[in-house]
């Protein structure tokens, strides 16, 4: 640029020994392609500003991306520990399940022992029953065919009167123990029948209790592997959104870098463009100058057009740096208390025990029912037996009131009072009451304060 100005001060020099026309010619033409080079200058600084521009648009959109990436990392972690939250509650869940299920086994194998010990006592019982009846019977028979003749034979066999009345006597108390052994032996038959009928209802129900338990296990499995299944999606997510961060942070890194090469490219050109419009203004001032020497009056016009040109010139290198910067009647249940809850759930005894079911009428199993007899005072209580049995604040047996829910393991009861639950027991039997110690008691239950 130091050269161009020095040629443009020996112009003006040649101008004034050359004459005002010829000076005139060559100014004019170094003059133009100062322009001219100006021009090129400025185009080449648009460029190097656009693809700035372009460069910044493109490190920003990364950045979005980044931080959208960064975003899902977040997400995704805070997803999978609330997962891994899901998993150890239900593993626990899994663990009190199985905890009672077992429980359950030991009382029906308990049950089982009790039914066969009752079974024995029955046969032994029923047993007696038929040995002394046919004593009974032989007995009976043989007075019937000898008729008078037995007590004839009685008389005539006695070595006295009293020894004939021993004898008579002897006969008759004979037949009474018979008829008061008899009747003990049925009796005992009969309470050892009762005793084992009830024995098999309770057996039945644990049965169904290990069965509704064993099918909430399998639930609970199920929900643990698809909770296992979606830590490790999340394992993925996060590995993805990780990968694709690690991307957008070299893309930002490579186009920053960029953006600092060009704006030091774009600084050095403006320098280039700065030294250009002063050779232009030198060269320009020249011109003007040598106009003025030409004539006065041509000299004035010169200038005047010398000035216009360089005020559009500047008006246009103005432009350039602009330009460059979302059945049966239930009553109501009340007012909400212990004692009407019970009171309203003892309307539906006789109604049909229905696996899964959760009509007090159609039809509900034993949590079922608990749920929907709370549900009719405005309570939500939990669905399984399982889970009412961790609901609600724990009582002691002795300080149960009515309404309070007793969790047997697999089963539960809404107690009455009087040592008493109501309950849906199996479907033999139905909702029914029971005593509310007929099984062992795991938890007392108190859903409402």
Excluded at 105 to 133: C, M, P, R, S, W
Excluded at 364 to 369: E, P, R
Aim: with cysteine; charged share 25%; aromatic share 8%.
């Amino acid at each position: 640029m130091k050269k161009r100005y020095f040629f443009a001060v020996i112009a003006m020099s040649l101008a004034i020994s050359l004459g005002f026309n010829s000076q005139l010619v060559v100014l004019a033409t170094n003059s133009e392609t100062l322009q001219e080079n100006q021009k090129k200058l400025e185009q080449e600084e648009k460029v190097l500003e656009k693809q700035k521009k372009d460069l910044e648009k493109q490190s920003k959109d990364s950045q979005n991306k980044l931080d959208n990436a960064n975003e899902q990392i977040s997400d995704y972690s805070d997803a999978q520990g609330e997962t891994q939250e899901a998993i150890d509650e239900t593993s626990s869940e899994l663990v009190g399940l199985m905890s009672d299920i077992e429980l359950i086994k030991e009382d029906i194998a308990d049950k089982e022992i009790l039914i066969e010990k009752t079974q024995a006592e029955y046969d032994v019982a029923k047993q007696n029953e038929e040995t002394l009846y046919s004593a009974m019977v032989q007995r009976v028979k043989y007075m019937y065919e000898k008729g008078e003749m037995a007590y004839v034979h009685i008389l005539l066999t006695a070595s006295s009167y009293a020894d004939a009345l021993n004898k008579v006597l002897y006969v008759e108390n004979l037949f009474e123990y018979d008829r008061t052994k008899l009747a003990e032996y049925v009796s005992a038959k009969e309470t050892a029948q009762e005793y084992g009928e009830q024995l098999a209802a309770e057996k039945s129900e644990l049965e169904t209790s290990q069965y509704e338990l064993e099918e909430e296990q399998k639930y609970m499995e199920e929900l643990l592997a698809d909770y296992k299944k979606k830590y490790e999606d999340y394992d993925v997510k996060i590995a993805k959104a990780k990968q694709n961060a690690a991307v957008y942070t070299a893309q930002i890194k490579s186009q920053q870098s960029g953006i600092a090469t060009l704006q030091k490219q774009i600084v050095a050109k403006q320098k280039e463009v700065d030294e250009a419009k002063k050779a232009v203004e030198v060269a320009k001032a020249a011109e003007e100058e040598a106009a003025r020497l030409a004539a006065e009056e041509a000299a004035k016009n010169s200038e005047a057009s010398a000035e216009t040109a360089y005020a559009s010139s500047n008006s246009n290198n103005s432009k350039s740096e602009k330009t460059s910067n979302s059945s049966k009647t239930i009553s109501a249940p009340g007012s909400l208390s212990g004692q009407n809850v019970a009171n309203y759930a003892c309307q539906f005894v006789g109604y049909p025990y229905v696996a899964g079911g959760t009509s007090l009428t159609n039809g509900a199993d034993c949590s079922g029912f608990v749920q929907s007899v709370y549900k009719a005072f405005g309570v939500s209580v939990p669905r399984t037996s399982w889970a009412q049995g961790a609901y609600g604040q724990e009582v002691s047996y002795a300080d149960a009131q009515p309404g309070d829910v007793i969790y047997y393991g697999g089963h539960v009861g809404i107690y009455i009072g009087g040592g008493q639950i109501v309950h849906a027991s199996t479907q033999k039997t139905g909702i029914k009451y029971s005593p509310a110690t007929y099984r062992s008691i795991i938890t007392v239950r108190r859903f409402i304060s």
